[in-house]
């Protein structure tokens, strides 16, 4: 074995460019790693102190609780070479119907909250029932789902707000994840936490355990996995549902974030969610990826619009900035793509 | 055919009488088929002769109209490539069946991961990443294949060449007692064609029956212990290749020529 190693590296294009591009294969967050901190080097000499106060920080944490919530459930989809547009509905329809249930039909909060997770699922079981069983392309589905979900927003929430004040009376369990922990001068949100804690359940499910693999495989190459003995569909269509429960728990988050209920909540969620995947280096061709690059696309959106901001830029930079940000993600993705081949 | 079957031992794998028609096509019209224990079989035909449909049928890929299969003597009966598989037929599809993002490690143990014993393992399905690496270094040091570096390397950044010893691997890993290879050359270079020649062999010798489907003339007669010769959808012959010309194969291959007599031709 051990005369394995060396002399047969020869063989091997040994090449400083063909090993850079073996370890981003590898590696593929080591580039939005890269962004982040050169990010953050950027805003802090620009902005000095106040960016990297811990307030600021966690500021920035709270502000990506639902993007990044989100974001973790756009992963998987995305994972699978899928898209779900309806994501942002979902968020809101759920938080609607945590809302209404609690306000409306008396149901204890507790139950509320579990029936609104519910909610979130069978959004998402119906997505996947059409990906997967009437085999239409995500893209449609979702696209289509995103208005029916939209329009039962409408319809539940009768265009109302639920006031803070009303749920802090009825219902204050559902404002929960809104409450902080003070550390120093950081406040950190029991939503960010709950968040954190849910990537790593969903970093441990994609890398060691068999289904996490299987993901990964459906997304690469759906016809291998199906010879290699994968359950395609029942792969895609569990996606699919996880994504709608995670979605209906950040519903849950959303309430603790803005305290009330609004049928215009999650209006951005959808693409930003996307723009946090994207930059976080995963392909939209699927089956490359990863949860921590999510979570650092998430704070590289995050930070940007943060340190912008504390520039004294305009918003509209805000956006500028994002928007290339994506372009270059994408682009990137494309290039190792086809060298690979 | 009564004498051989006299002389030699029961074939791993027999087919007899194998129909399969698509609508008004009929590709498989009373085929045979024989896999002797430890040989390299090589299929070959012209494009049509039905020798694909033939081979999909030993995995377990189509269901045959009528005939019959037999592994190891008895009767089987195959649902999907999957039923094949689980009872000790492996096929390397041309495409390869690798998720290329993938390191060699997943794509080993692709579908049949180990998990650790215990709790983990059973509640909260942890991989045995550790074993599975052990046993694919393992498993590619036998094969001679170390000269792929980093088993956690992905599947895309090797050449054409390592990618089909992993997919041979894969395929002879887990207790098989039959490897269909299905054009395993036909996208390589002279060198790295040449490996993946040797890497047969030595699977051969490990005591593993190979199919081995390949247009490559020269590959087959190097390679083969006996060619199995497909036409109009039905074996025509079995010849060794020291006993005959690669030209005269293709002659009866193309219908150019009469199969010898004596011949399993039913």
């Known amino acids: 074995m051990a005369s394995n190693d060396l002399p047969q590296f020869a063989t091997h294009d040994t090449r400083l460019s063909r090993r850079v591009i073996n370890v981003l294969h590898g590696n593929p967050t080591i580039i939005p790693l890269f962004v982040l901190v050169l990010g953050l080097a950027v805003f802090s000499s620009v ?16 502000q990506v609780t639902i993007i990044g919530t989100v974001a973790l459930a756009q992963t ?25 249930l609690a306000m409306d039909h008396d149901v204890p909060p507790g139950l509320a909250l579990a029936l609104g997770i519910a909610v979130g699922s069978g959004c998402g079981a119906l997505n ?28 539940w929430s009768g265009g109302e707000t639920i006031r803070q004040q009303e749920i802090e009376a009825a219902a204050p369990i559902l404002q929960w994840t809104g409450e902080s922990l003070r550390m120093g001068a950081a406040r950190l949100t029991i939503g960010s936490l709950l968040m954190l804690l ?93 949860i921590i690059g999510t979570l650092i696309g998430a704070l590289i959106v995050g930070f940007f619009r943060n340190g912008l901001a504390l520039a004294g830029l305009d ?11 994506i372009i270059i993600a994408v682009s990137f993705d494309q290039w190792l793509r086809r060298i690979s081949t | 055919m009564m004498a051989r079957a006299v002389t030699n031992p029961e074939p791993v794998l027999k087919a007899r009488g194998l129909v399969k028609s698509f609508g008004r096509v009929v590709a498989m019209d009373g085929a045979d088929f024989d896999l002797m224990p430890g040989e390299i079989l090589a299929v070959i035909g012209d494009n049509g002769a039905g020798k694909s449909t033939m081979i999909s049928a030993l995995a377990g890929a189509v269901r045959p109209d009528a005939g019959e299969i037999f592994l190891g003597g008895e009767k089987v009966a195959f649902h999907s490539p999957m039923d ?40 909260f399905r942890l991989l045995d990443r550790a074993r599975m690496r052990e046993e694919a270094r393992k498993h590619l040091s ?27 691997a894969r395929a002879c890993a887990f207790g098989s007692k039959v490897v269909i290879l299905d054009e395993p050359t036909a996208a390589l270079g002279v060198k790295e064609s040449r490996k993946v020649l040797d890497l047969i062999r030595d699977v051969r010798d490990r005591g593993i029956a190979i199919v081995l489907i390949s247009h490559n003339m020269p590959h087959v007669f190097e390679i083969a212990d006996r060619v199995h010769i497909h036409r109009l959808g039905r074996r025509v012959a079995v010849v060794r290749p020291s006993e005959m010309t690669m030209s005269d194969a293709v002659a009866i291959m193309t219908g150019a020529m009469e199969p010898p007599a004596g011949q399993p031709a039913d």
Request: charge should be positive.
């Open chain 1, 47 to 62: 902005v000095g102190q106040r960016f990297f106060h811990p307030f600021n920080l966690s500021l920035v944490l709270q």
């Open chain 1, 76 to 100: 998987l989809i995305i994972l699978t070479a899928g898209i779900d547009l309806s994501v942002g509905a979902i968020v809101v329809l759920s938080s609607v119907a945590m809302g209404r």
């Open chain 1, 128 to 155: 996947g029932f059409f990906v997967t069983m009437i085999r239409l392309p995500p893209f449609i589905v979702t696209l289509g789902t995103w208005s029916v979900f939209n329009a039962l927003i409408q319809f």
């Open chain 1, 198 to 290: 849910l990537a790593g359940l969903l970093w441990y499910v994609l890398n060691r355990t068999a289904y996490g693999r299987h993901i990964y495989a459906v997304g690469n190459d759906p016809n291998a996995a199906r010879l290699s003995g994968i359950g395609t569909r029942k792969v895609l269509f569990t996606v699919y549902l996880t994504a709608g429960a995670i979605c209906g728990f950040a519903g849950w988050l959303l309430i603790g974030r803005i305290g009330a209920i609004s049928p215009l909540g999650g209006a951005m969620t959808n693409l930003d969610s996307i723009t946090a995947v994207v930059i976080g280096g995963t392909s939209l061709f699927g089956g490359r990826g990863s």
């Open chain 1, 315 to 325: 918003v509209l930079w805000q956006e500028f900035t994002i928007g290339f940000l």
């Open chain 2, 84 to 123: 094949a598989r689980s009872q000790g037929i492996e096929t390397v599809f041309q495409g390869l069946a690798l998720a290329p993002a993938l390191t060699i490690v997943d794509n080993l143990f692709l579908g049949r991961e180990y998990r650790v014993p215990g709790l983990r393992g059973g509640l």
């Open chain 2, 142 to 168: 036998d094969l001679g294949l170390m000269t792929i570096q980093n088993i956690d390397q992905v599947v895309e950044t090797l050449s054409g060449g390592q990618r089909q010893g992993v997919a041979v």
